[in-house]
């Protein structure tokens, strides 16, 4: 029975060897991972969707949070990327800091509930609802091969030469104040225990500033009135619907409709008073947008440029809006 068995298995592969070897090649196509990353035009996610919130306010428009599709650097897709336009191929060391894929996934995650926490205090404020911070945590998450410093991942930072830092703009803007080469004392907080450690700044010319090498993430603890919730899917992360979040959480604290009817949607992250920060992939977030019907996109002046460039080179017919604050949105938005 088996000598049958295997004969017959024998000579199937013998008759169809060709195509079995198609088979294989294929599967592993579609399984071998190279180092780059594919970037296409996403799309729109409603933020009405998105919201656990109590409120009697409806808005006649949409307010959207767009976003980029990026794909793994299978073989297949890069062929593709060489064919399509509007696929870019790019490689991963470009984005990643050396970190793999996953791990980039992973950290986007983090900085996405962050981000929905600053889109949360910010739109409070905003509205002049309620919202009491009741505590901040900086999570030092990542440290650079140019940092000369005692600090580890993981610390918590609670002061730079007894300066206290609530957020990264805290440290950012205090930095701006010492000179390359300063060495400073950071105070962290590990396991409950306060240590003292140092740090050396050094000067970053891809961005003209000083830095000292590390990114940290902001935790807060806070209470409002009215409670509200952002859903958000796992396959989701990164801090860019920042400023959507905001707007969208905003007109359901108010009464005033800003959406007046039309379709809005934008990028760009938020921080917890409101300031609109840079952002990547503008363009394959205008292209989405535009291709979803959007009538207004708001987008962060430091990407103003690039989204002018990729509407006026496709001739997209999409408002885009340059804003550096929330409060620029909704001035916009109340002045339709």
């Known amino acids: 029975?088996?000598?049958?068995?295997?004969?017959?298995?024998?000579?199937?592969?013998?008759?169809n060897y060709l195509f079995l070897i198609g088979i294989i090649v294929i599967l592993l196509l579609f399984n071998i991972e190279l180092p780059f990353v594919i970037y296409r035009s996403g799309g729109t996610i409603d933020l009405k969707d998105r919201l656990e919130i109590e409120t009697e306010y409806k808005e006649k428009g949409k307010l959207q949070m767009s976003y980029v599709t990026a794909m793994k650097g299978i073989v297949p897709f890069i062929l593709l990327s060489y064919i399509i336009p509007d696929w870019d191929l790019v490689p991963l060391k470009e984005i990643t800091n050396e970190k793999s894929y996953d791990?980039?996934?992973?950290?986007?995650?983090?900085?996405?509930?962050?981000?929905i926490?600053?889109?949360?205090?910010?739109?409070?404020?905003?509205?002049?609802?309620?919202?009491?911070?009741?505590?901040?945590?900086?999570?030092?998450?990542?440290?650079?091969?140019k940092a000369n410093t005692s600090i580890e991942v993981g610390d918590e930072i609670i002061s730079v030469n007894d300066y206290q830092i609530t957020s990264l703009d805290d440290l950012k803007e205090y930095l701006k104040t010492l000179k390359v080469n300063d060495k400073v004392n950071i105070k962290v907080m590990k396991d409950n225990e306060y240590y003292d450690k140092y740090a050396y700044l050094y000067y970053e010319e891809e961005d003209d500033s000083l830095k000292i090498g590390i990114s940290f993430k902001t935790d807060y603890e806070y209470k409002t009135e009215i409670p509200v919730k952002v859903k958000m899917k796992d396959s989701e992360s990164g801090s860019s619907g920042g400023l959507m979040m905001s707007l969208a959480i905003y007109n359901a604290l108010t009464e005033n409709d800003i959406t007046k009817g039309y379709n809005i949607a934008g990028t760009g992250t938020i921080s917890n008073d409101g300031i609109v920060g840079e952002i990547g992939g503008v363009k394959y977030k205008v292209l989405g947008a535009s291709k979803n019907g959007v009538d207004i996109f708001f987008c962060p002046k430091e990407n103003y440029k690039e989204a002018m460039d990729i509407k006026k080179k496709r001739d997209l017919?999409?408002?885009?809006?340059?804003?550096?604050?929330?409060?620029?949105?909704?001035?916009?938005?109340?002045n339709l």
Request: proline share 0%.
């Open 1 to 15: 029975m088996f000598t049958k068995l295997y004969e017959k298995i024998k000579k199937y592969i013998k008759e």
């Open 103 to 115: 791990e980039v996934i992973e950290e986007g995650k983090v900085y996405l509930n962050e981000g």
């Open 117 to 145: 926490d600053n889109a949360i205090m910010a739109a409070y404020k905003e509205a002049g609802a309620k919202i009491d911070i009741t505590k901040t945590t900086n999570t030092v998450l990542y440290i650079s091969d």
């Open 317 to 334: 017919d999409i408002e885009i809006v340059k804003v550096k604050t929330l409060e620029d949105a909704i001035k916009y938005l109340n």
